[in-house]
């Protein structure tokens, strides 16, 4: 017939024109499937970032928070492009045939966008209600899987049952003033993130605060030393101490105030340290987790971006992003690293005293790495010490010292004095794993069992290596170096407990143990050296499995005694830890800020102390602009920071532990 085009296909009465027409309009359904889902993607990405900005003060920074927004909106764009694609599909199978004709392309596109909302919809749901019966329910592979599951079925049905033609007339009336309202909102998802205060400066070499000059008069205490010791608590010590296995405890005890010390929920040691030091709470001062995930492009890492530990996230619940930053982990994607000192935000006692002339010496404190800049000496936590057991060697030439100390030359300062520490313990314990006076009560059974559990006791061997190694740094600060204000932590009680709680009297003997240690801190000090000793949490050994037990553990430990402390006063309240860096100050006749929630130990002071605690407050002691030996980037600090993130696995502080 003449007119008539025909295709090959058709001639040979292989297609039909219907066949054509179903293979044309499948092709534009899976396309606005795509384009469909993305959108919406994209918007739900947008929104859970702005959420995620919001409640994670890791993400403070203007930069960062608009980074990571976009970094979520791709995320989410890529995931649900890929299901509208898997949805259109599945639903093109089962209706067999192709769908009536749209009245415009746009309103197809809204359709399905409309469907890969309501699968989202039904995503948050199941993960809502799983999320009921398993703590890790939002990234539980199973469960994230089944969520899918669900949400995909949900979007085929939606896609089946949709009406394009009454979309397409809806769109028609109103397309000028719904376009105008999604672009504000878009607009104020993205932006919105940029109206959070501007975070302190994290670069290296970058400006610092001027140090004031040295105050002139008399203050309470000429020299103060903070000890820290991680997880010890009184329902512990007392006992020990009327067996007299405690001696230098009781001579602190006698000689000042002893008190409980009210923790914090969570009991993450990072965190209770860094309240400790600066008086603030975890939500200002920024260190909220053992780890950070390094995510591209951020100047620094993510904190608390997936549960672990029977912690929630601080991301926004049952919308997949936990999730999936949790599979970038698993990946590899975002590299899993101890956090830094550069999450925290505000200063530290140390800085407060270094700007009044006070030379501060830091050593091993929790979350102190890379070493920032202070009037005085830093011995970061990345010590080599660590770094070198962590990873099996057995020689410290080899491991990283970037960022390890202020100044930088202090760390080639401090070699000869590993090396002197890993003799001395090798001494003491020779080469029998079991001959460490920690062990001295194991019954044959329990020496038996740790020879077959030997993480237990490489475990050990760090512990004991790293405590060693602060107190003869801290010595060295002390008596070379002159400091008037050192704070040390020392770790040991609360690894071990972790890690070696089930056998016979080994938590008693890392107390004396430690006690030791103090004695030698101790030894030499003046009259005009006041002496605090405080504890983050305490713990609790009557569990089964006491591997996170300081959640419900007792209450820490303080001790005060020395110059500046009234021996034998007694307290009418318990002191918390967001009580220790104000009293610091007030030893120092420096007054604590209208922004530290907490108040110097007054009842336990002299009357001196007293008045410096009873100074008015300062509205601020400043923004806080450190200047960092090192950066965490690169190589720096790379390898000994995964390493340590599997000592902390090891040890029980993360998710995963055998």
């Known amino acids: ?305 997936y549960p672990k530990m029977r912690v929630a996230p601080l991301m926004p619940h049952n919308v997949g992003l936990a999730a999936l930053l949790e599979l970038a982990k698993r990946r590899g994607w975002a590299p899993e690293m101890p956090v830094t000192a550069l999450q925290r935000r505000v200063k530290s006692v140390w800085n407060v005293l270094s700007e009044r002339g006070v030379e501060v010496g830091v050593v091993r404190w929790f979350a102190s790495w890379p070493a920032e800049e202070v009037r005085g000496y830093l011995v970061s936590d990345n010590d080599p010490w660590s770094q070198a057991f962590a990873a099996s060697k057995d020689a410290l030439p080899h491991v990283e010292t970037d960022g390890f100390t202020w100044p930088p030359e202090l760390a080639g300062e401090l070699g000869a004095l590993m090396g002197e520490v890993g003799a001395r313990e090798r001494n003491g314990t020779g080469s029998d794993p079991l001959a460490h006076p920690i062990l001295a009560d194991l019954s044959a059974a329990e020496r038996a069992d740790a020879l077959r559990t030997p993480a237990n006791l490489r475990s050990l061997e760090v512990i004991c290596h790293g405590d060693r190694f602060a107190t003869s740094a801290a010595l060295e600060l002390l008596r070379e170096k002159g400091v008037e204000f050192l704070a040390v932590y020392l770790r040991g009680i609360d690894n071990v407990s972790h890690r070696l709680s089930k056998y016979t009297g080994v938590v008693d003997r890392t107390y004396e143990w430690t006690d030791a240690l103090i004695g030698e801190l101790c030894a030499d000090l003046g009259d005009d050296t006041s002496v605090l000793v405080v504890s983050d949490h305490g713990w609790c050994y009557d569990e089964e499995s006491p591997l996170f037990m300081h959640n419900h553990g007792p209450d820490g430990v303080a001790i005060l005694s020395g110059a500046g402390v009234r021996a034998g006063a007694e307290l009418a309240s318990k002191p918390s830890l967001l009580d220790v860096a104000p009293t610091v100050l007030a030893l120092f006749g420096v007054p604590a800020s209208l922004e530290m929630p907490g108040s110097a130990i007054s009842a336990a002071l002299t009357p001196e102390a007293q008045a410096a605690a ?22 720096t600090g790379g390898k000994s920071r995964a390493e340590a993130v599997e000592l902390l696995r090891d040890l029980g502080y993360l998710d995963g532990a055998e």
């Not at 259109?88 to 009245?103: E, F, K, T, W």
């Not at 009873?614 to 190589?635: E, F, I, K, M, Q």
């Open 1 to 305: 017939m003449r007119g008539r085009r025909e295709t090959p296909g058709l001639a040979e009465g292989r297609y039909s024109i219907e066949d054509v027409a179903s293979a044309t309009k499948s092709g534009s359904d899976l396309g606005a499937c795509l384009v469909g889902w993305a959108c919406g993607g994209l918007l739900i990405g947008l929104a859970a970032g702005s959420f995620a900005v919001r409640i994670n003060p890791s993400l403070r920074d203007p930069a960062d928070a608009r980074h990571f927004l976009a970094l979520t909106a791709l995320a989410y764009l890529v995931v649900f492009a890929l299901s509208g694609l898997a949805a259109g599909a599945l639903a093109r199978a089962v209706r067999r045939r192709a769908a009536p004709a749209d009245d415009s392309w746009l309103a197809s596109c809204v359709a399905r966008g409309l469907a890969g909302l309501v699968a989202f919809g039904v995503f948050w749901l199941a993960q809502l209600a799983i999320g009921t019966f398993n703590w890790r329910g939002e990234t539980n592979p199973q469960n994230v899987l089944a969520s899918s599951a669900l949400a995909l079925l949900a979007g085929v049905l939606a896609l089946r049952g949709v009406s394009i033609p009454a979309i397409a007339r809806a769109l028609a009336r109103a397309s000028r003033p719904a376009s105008a309202v999604l672009l504000l909102a878009c607009g104020a998802l993205f932006l919105g993130a940029g109206s959070l205060p501007r975070a302190p400066s994290a670069h290296a070499g970058g400006p610092s605060e001027p140090v004031a000059a040295k105050v002139p008069g008399e203050r309470p205490a000429r020299r103060v030393l903070l000890i820290g010791i991680d997880g010890a608590d009184w329902g512990r010590i007392d006992p020990l101490l009327a067996a007299g296995r405690l001696p230098n405890f009781e001579r602190l005890c006698a000689r000042g105030v002893r008190a409980p010390l009210t923790s914090r929920l969570p009991t993450w040691s990072p965190i209770l340290w860094n309240t400790i030091s600066t008086g603030r709470t975890e939500d200002e001062h920024g260190v909220l987790d053992f780890t950070e995930l390094e995510l591209w492009g951020l100047s620094r890492g993510i904190q608390r971006a």
């Open 614 to 635: 009873a100074l008015a407050r300062v509205p601020t002691h400043g923004d806080y602009h450190p200047r960092w030996s090192a950066l965490p980037s690169g190589a």
